[in-house]
């Protein structure tokens, strides 16, 4: 990293999961010249989703980038990955000292505002293969990321996800808990979320 002081670095006493937060991962000025970047030169799409026989628009707009011939499925989607930007290699590369892995793949999250979501779900898909590690960096508006472990009933955890941060989920995390951003009535201002991942 190009800073002299290690980033502040927060973990979480959890059975089955291994999970840091780093708050400001990118300074306030940094994470909002990347906000505007993403949001204007993106290619967003807004995917159909089927949920219990029900198709509707997907409450989020998303994008996939990735190494070629590496597409990514998720609830009945096949995303075809567009070529790494030179932006999205940067802040790779930085997650990269951090995690000590070699991400393949990122997928982009635009939350509009507070009525665009995403529902309880582990990012356990087979392609990810059996521990997967997945760094999400977030820059806009804070919004509550909750966790709920599958079993043990009062395991819960819920982390308010700031500009410019950091959020490492990896070892068993992905079997034993779900996750998901939930709607919020409080007017809120637009997110995007950047999800590396490595597809085996």
């Known amino acids: 990293m190009n800073s002299l002081f290690p980033k502040e ?20 000025l940094r994470a909002a010249e990347f906000f505007d970047k993403l949001k204007n030169e993106i290619p967003w799409q807004q995917d159909e989703i089927t ?7 997907q409450p989020r707009l998303t994008a996939l980038f990735g190494n070629e011939g590496n597409p990514y499925s998720y ?15 940067f802040i790779k590369n930085e997650i990269e000292e951090i995690c000590q892995e070699n991400f393949t793949t990122v ?3 635009f939350y509009r ?13 087979r392609e990810l293969g059996r521990n997967p590690v997945i760094a ?26 700031e500009h ?7 070892g068993t995390t992905q079997h034993f808990w779900k996750h998901q ?3 919020t009535a409080k007017p809120v201002g637009p997110r995007i979320n950047l999800t590396f991942r490595i597809i085996k």
């Open 75 to 89: 609830s009945n989607i096949v995303m075809q990955p567009h070529h790494w930007t030179p932006l999205l290699m």
């Open 107 to 109: 997928l982009l999250n």
């Open 51 to 57: 949920v219990y026989g029900k198709t509707h628009p």
């Open 164 to 170: 410019g941060s950091l959020l490492i989920m990896k």
């Open 9 to 28: 670095k927060i973990t979480f006493n959890l059975p089955d999961a291994d999970i840091e937060y780093y708050p400001s991962f990118f300074d306030g």
């Open 136 to 161: 999400s960096v977030s820059f806009g508006a804070e919004r509550s990321f909750q966790l709920q472990h599958n079993s043990i009933k009062d395991q819960k955890l819920k982390i308010n996800l």
């Open 181 to 183: 951003i939930p709607k």
């Open 113 to 125: 505002d507070g009525k665009d979501s995403n529902g309880w779900h582990a990012d356990n898909e």
